[in-house]
């Protein structure tokens, strides 16, 4: 099946500073979506990418849709201690209605 | 409430037992959706639903593993003979429709622990 390598897997940052983590795969998404998990909650949505090459920002979230649709990162500014969590990254494959999901960035900000 | 929900917040059983999960998925959403998420791992897909539509069943892990929808409302999740490997946290989403690109808005899950 289709599989997103999402790197890196944990991440420790010292707070004020900016965040990059990516998803790659072999084959061809045609949606991303990046997801952010709180312990004992449900993933919540963040940004939702359609069309390869788009932009994105939501607040202090920005992520890009790779233009080879294959591969999106999400970078978050000036981080804050409420942006710990896991985040994921997850797409449909062409033909898909299965999300495919990545297995997540653990980020934990020092303040 | 507007979101996904999901019950019991916690389960623990014993090994054999037959244990229910259900969902509640956001009003007018078609699609409903079922994952597993093992400690510290990412989502893992089970199975969706669309409508009246056969469900996708193809990422149920044993034929222990059922889930039952009635038309666009509630689902259960039924694990039969539960083993510890099945311990894991269940997750439910829903989406408007059974489309690539939609997105799917997930509920908090159920944490399911056999002992």
């Known amino acids: 099946g289709q599989q997103l390598n999402q790197s890196p897997q944990s991440m420790f940052i010292q707070e004020g500073e900016d965040v990059s983590m990516n998803c790659t795969s072999s084959s061809i998404f045609n949606t991303w979506l990046w997801y952010k998990q709180d312990p004992g909650e449900g993933p919540v949505l963040l940004i939702a990418?359609?069309?390869?090459?788009e932009l994105t920002s939501n607040g202090r979230l920005t992520a890009q849709f790779g233009i080879t649709r294959k591969d999106s990162f999400l970078n978050i500014s000036a981080s804050i201690p409420s942006d710990v969590g896991i985040y994921f990254c997850a797409g449909y494959g062409a033909g898909s209605y299965q999300l495919t999901f990545g297995k997540g960035t653990k980020l934990s900000v020092i303040p | 409430g507007a979101g996904v929900s999901q019950s019991p917040s916690n389960k623990v059983t014993e090994k054999g037992k037959d244990v229910e999960l259900r969902c509640d998925p956001i009003s007018g959403h078609t699609a409903l959706y079922w994952y597993r998420q093992r400690l510290g791992q990412g989502l893992e897909f089970l199975i969706y639903?669309?409508?009246?539509?056969?469900?996708?069943k193809s990422g149920l892990p044993s034929d222990r593993f059922s889930a039952e929808r009635t038309g666009e409302s509630v689902s259960t999740l039924t694990i039969q003979r539960t083993q510890q490997e099945d311990s894991a946290v269940y997750l439910c989403a829903s989406s408007l429709r059974l489309a690539e690109g939609y997105e799917q808005f997930f509920g908090p899950g159920t944490r399911l622990t056999v002992l």
């Open positions: 639903f669309q409508g009246n539509s056969a469900p996708d």
């Open positions: 990418l359609y069309k390869a090459g």
